[in-house]
Protein backbone atom coordinates (compact mmCIF):
# COMPACT_ATOMS: atom_id res chain seq x y z
CA UNK A 1 0.00 0.00 0.00
CA UNK A 2 1.38 3.67 -0.33
CA UNK A 3 2.24 5.03 3.04
CA UNK A 4 0.40 8.20 3.79
CA UNK A 5 2.11 9.17 6.40
CA UNK A 6 5.69 8.69 7.57
CA UNK A 7 6.03 6.75 10.57
CA UNK A 8 9.16 8.36 11.52
CA UNK A 9 7.22 11.79 11.68
CA UNK A 10 4.29 10.41 13.43
CA UNK A 11 5.82 9.73 16.17
CA UNK A 12 8.75 12.17 16.72
CA UNK A 13 5.93 14.74 15.81
CA UNK A 14 3.30 12.87 17.97
CA UNK A 15 0.14 11.45 16.31
CA UNK A 16 -2.92 13.64 16.34
CA UNK A 17 -4.34 17.05 14.78
CA UNK A 18 -5.83 19.34 11.76
CA UNK A 19 -4.70 22.90 12.12
CA UNK A 20 -7.11 23.50 9.42
CA UNK A 21 -10.34 22.14 11.69
CA UNK A 22 -9.48 24.12 14.47
CA UNK A 23 -11.20 27.35 15.27
CA UNK A 24 -10.10 30.92 13.56
CA UNK A 25 -9.44 32.45 16.68
CA UNK A 26 -7.54 29.47 18.12
CA UNK A 27 -5.50 30.26 15.01
CA UNK A 28 -4.69 33.60 15.40
CA UNK A 29 -5.19 35.37 18.49
CA UNK A 30 -4.80 37.78 20.91
CA UNK A 31 -4.76 38.54 24.87
CA UNK A 32 -2.44 37.91 27.67
CA UNK A 33 -1.32 34.75 29.51
CA UNK A 34 -2.13 33.77 33.00
CA UNK A 35 -1.40 31.63 35.21
CA UNK A 36 -4.61 30.65 36.33
CA UNK A 37 -5.50 29.20 32.75
CA UNK A 38 -2.12 27.34 33.01
CA UNK A 39 -3.26 25.88 36.58
CA UNK A 40 -6.82 24.74 34.93
CA UNK A 41 -5.20 23.07 32.01
CA UNK A 42 -2.86 21.32 34.75
CA UNK A 43 -6.10 20.32 36.61
CA UNK A 44 -8.01 18.89 33.87
CA UNK A 45 -4.80 16.31 33.22
CA UNK A 46 -4.98 15.71 36.62
CA UNK A 47 -8.59 14.99 36.44
CA UNK A 48 -8.64 13.16 33.70
CA UNK A 49 -8.06 9.34 34.66
CA UNK A 50 -9.59 7.93 31.39
CA UNK A 51 -10.63 9.23 28.01
CA UNK A 52 -12.03 7.74 24.29
CA UNK A 53 -12.06 9.83 21.54
CA UNK A 54 -12.45 9.89 17.74
CA UNK A 55 -9.39 11.36 16.17
CA UNK A 56 -8.21 12.97 12.94
CA UNK A 57 -4.95 13.84 12.41
CA UNK A 58 -3.14 15.49 9.42
CA UNK A 59 0.83 16.47 8.33
CA UNK A 60 2.31 19.40 7.05
CA UNK A 61 1.13 17.85 3.66
CA UNK A 62 -2.46 17.83 3.92
CA UNK A 63 -2.39 13.85 4.66
CA UNK A 64 -5.08 12.69 7.25
CA UNK A 65 -5.76 9.32 8.89
CA UNK A 66 -8.34 9.28 11.16
CA UNK A 67 -8.95 6.60 14.16
CA UNK A 68 -10.01 6.26 17.85
CA UNK A 69 -7.87 7.38 21.17
CA UNK A 70 -7.82 5.70 24.09
CA UNK A 71 -6.23 7.40 27.17
CA UNK A 72 -5.33 6.21 30.86
CA UNK A 73 -3.16 8.11 33.19
CA UNK A 74 -0.72 7.73 33.95
CA UNK A 75 1.50 7.69 30.30
CA UNK A 76 -1.34 4.82 28.72
CA UNK A 77 -2.30 5.83 25.46
CA UNK A 78 -3.44 4.17 22.00
CA UNK A 79 -3.96 5.66 18.72
CA UNK A 80 -5.79 2.91 16.76
CA UNK A 81 -5.72 3.60 13.10
CA UNK A 82 -8.70 3.51 10.42
CA UNK A 83 -8.76 0.19 8.65
CA UNK A 84 -6.48 -0.32 6.20
CA UNK A 85 -3.94 1.54 8.14
CA UNK A 86 -0.97 -0.59 9.53
CA UNK A 87 0.44 0.83 11.90
CA UNK A 88 -0.06 1.37 16.02
CA UNK A 89 1.19 3.85 18.08
CA UNK A 90 0.65 2.76 22.02
CA UNK A 91 1.92 4.20 25.49
CA UNK A 92 2.64 1.76 28.03
CA UNK A 93 3.47 4.53 30.93
CA UNK A 94 7.17 4.65 30.10
CA UNK A 95 7.60 4.36 26.14
CA UNK A 96 5.81 5.19 22.98
CA UNK A 97 5.81 2.46 21.04
CA UNK A 98 5.16 2.35 16.97
CA UNK A 99 4.01 -0.72 15.08
CA UNK A 100 4.42 -0.58 11.40
CA UNK A 101 2.44 -3.83 10.95
CA UNK A 102 3.25 -3.66 6.76
CA UNK A 103 7.24 -3.61 7.16
CA UNK A 104 6.89 -5.25 10.51
CA UNK A 105 8.89 -2.55 12.21
CA UNK A 106 8.75 -1.60 16.13
CA UNK A 107 10.15 1.63 17.25
CA UNK A 108 10.55 2.94 21.03
CA UNK A 109 11.18 6.17 22.39
CA UNK A 110 10.59 7.83 26.37
CA UNK A 111 7.46 9.98 26.21
CA UNK A 112 9.11 12.14 27.70
CA UNK A 113 11.59 12.71 24.10
CA UNK A 114 7.68 13.83 22.75
CA UNK A 115 5.83 16.69 23.03
CA UNK A 116 3.10 14.25 24.04
CA UNK A 117 4.33 13.65 27.41
CA UNK A 118 2.54 16.85 28.26
CA UNK A 119 -0.65 15.73 28.41
CA UNK A 120 0.68 11.88 29.95
CA UNK A 121 2.37 12.87 32.91
CA UNK A 122 0.31 14.17 35.05
CA UNK A 123 3.02 14.84 37.87
CA UNK A 124 4.33 18.17 35.32
CA UNK A 125 3.87 21.31 35.99
CA UNK A 126 2.63 23.57 32.85
CA UNK A 127 3.90 26.88 34.51
CA UNK A 128 7.27 25.54 34.30
CA UNK A 129 7.30 24.73 30.47
CA UNK A 130 4.30 25.84 29.03
CA UNK A 131 2.37 28.93 28.02
CA UNK A 132 -0.70 30.85 27.15
CA UNK A 133 -1.13 31.60 23.60
CA UNK A 134 -3.40 34.34 23.14
CA UNK A 135 -6.72 33.09 21.26
CA UNK A 136 -9.10 35.89 21.30
CA UNK A 137 -11.77 34.33 21.93
CA UNK A 138 -12.87 33.88 25.67
CA UNK A 139 -13.97 30.45 24.80
CA UNK A 140 -10.65 28.90 23.55
CA UNK A 141 -7.64 28.18 25.40
CA UNK A 142 -4.68 27.30 23.88
CA UNK A 143 -1.36 26.15 25.58
CA UNK A 144 2.33 25.63 24.19
CA UNK A 145 4.57 23.67 25.74
CA UNK A 146 7.81 23.15 25.40
CA UNK A 147 11.30 22.15 26.77
CA UNK A 148 13.84 24.66 26.21
CA UNK A 149 16.60 22.75 27.45
CA UNK A 150 15.90 20.03 25.12
CA UNK A 151 14.24 21.81 21.77
CA UNK A 152 14.77 18.37 19.45
CA UNK A 153 11.72 16.90 21.79
CA UNK A 154 9.49 19.31 20.04
CA UNK A 155 6.59 21.30 20.80
CA UNK A 156 2.81 21.29 20.98
CA UNK A 157 0.05 23.56 21.12
CA UNK A 158 -2.67 22.26 22.91
CA UNK A 159 -6.26 23.58 22.15
CA UNK A 160 -8.91 23.17 24.88
CA UNK A 161 -12.81 24.73 24.87
CA UNK A 162 -13.81 25.74 28.29
CA UNK A 163 -16.49 23.66 29.15
CA UNK A 164 -18.54 23.32 32.91
CA UNK A 165 -18.98 19.78 32.54
CA UNK A 166 -16.20 18.50 31.42
CA UNK A 167 -13.05 17.80 33.83
CA UNK A 168 -11.40 21.11 35.24
CA UNK A 169 -14.07 22.81 32.93
CA UNK A 170 -11.60 22.39 29.86
CA UNK A 171 -12.56 19.69 26.37
CA UNK A 172 -9.57 19.01 25.05
CA UNK A 173 -10.49 19.78 21.24
CA UNK A 174 -6.94 18.65 19.75
CA UNK A 175 -3.18 19.76 19.31
CA UNK A 176 -0.63 20.75 17.24
CA UNK A 177 2.53 19.47 17.42
CA UNK A 178 5.76 20.47 15.94
CA UNK A 179 9.11 18.46 16.10
CA UNK A 180 12.98 19.64 15.48
CA UNK A 181 12.56 19.28 11.81
CA UNK A 182 9.40 21.55 11.54
CA UNK A 183 7.33 18.91 10.63
CA UNK A 184 3.56 19.66 11.63
CA UNK A 185 0.93 17.25 12.98
CA UNK A 186 -2.59 18.76 13.66
CA UNK A 187 -5.12 16.37 16.06
CA UNK A 188 -8.56 17.12 15.68
CA UNK A 189 -10.44 15.23 18.64
CA UNK A 190 -14.44 14.53 18.21
CA UNK A 191 -16.84 12.38 20.97
CA UNK A 192 -14.71 12.59 23.83
CA UNK A 193 -16.18 10.67 26.64
CA UNK A 194 -14.22 10.45 29.89
CA UNK A 195 -14.32 8.38 32.90
CA UNK A 196 -14.94 5.35 31.29
CA UNK A 197 -13.54 1.66 32.25
CA UNK A 198 -10.37 0.91 29.95
CA UNK A 199 -8.78 -1.91 30.69
CA UNK A 200 -4.71 -2.46 30.86
CA UNK A 201 -4.94 -4.58 27.67
CA UNK A 202 -6.22 -1.80 25.77
CA UNK A 203 -2.65 -0.79 25.87
CA UNK A 204 -0.70 -4.29 24.53
CA UNK A 205 0.20 -4.98 21.26
CA UNK A 206 1.24 -7.94 18.84
CA UNK A 207 4.90 -7.82 17.97
CA UNK A 208 4.72 -8.49 14.03
CA UNK A 209 8.88 -9.17 13.88
CA UNK A 210 9.54 -13.05 12.86
CA UNK A 211 11.48 -13.05 16.08
CA UNK A 212 9.46 -10.72 18.48
CA UNK A 213 8.13 -10.78 21.84
CA UNK A 214 4.85 -12.23 22.31
CA UNK A 215 3.54 -8.72 22.77
CA UNK A 216 4.57 -5.24 24.19
CA UNK A 217 3.08 -3.62 27.65
Known amino acids: MKRMIAPLALVLAVAPLVVST ?16 LSQVNAYIRAVTTMTADFSQTDRNGQTLTGQLTLKQPGKVRFQYQKGVPLLIVGDGKALTMIDYEVRQVQR ?66 WVALDSQNNRTAVRLTNQRYGVPVADSAFRWTDPRPKGRSAGG
Open 22 to 37: LPAAAQQGQGGQTQSD
Open 109 to 174: WPIGNSPLGALLDPNKDLSKFGKVVPTGDPSILSVEARDPKRPEFGTISMIFKRDPASPAGLQLYG
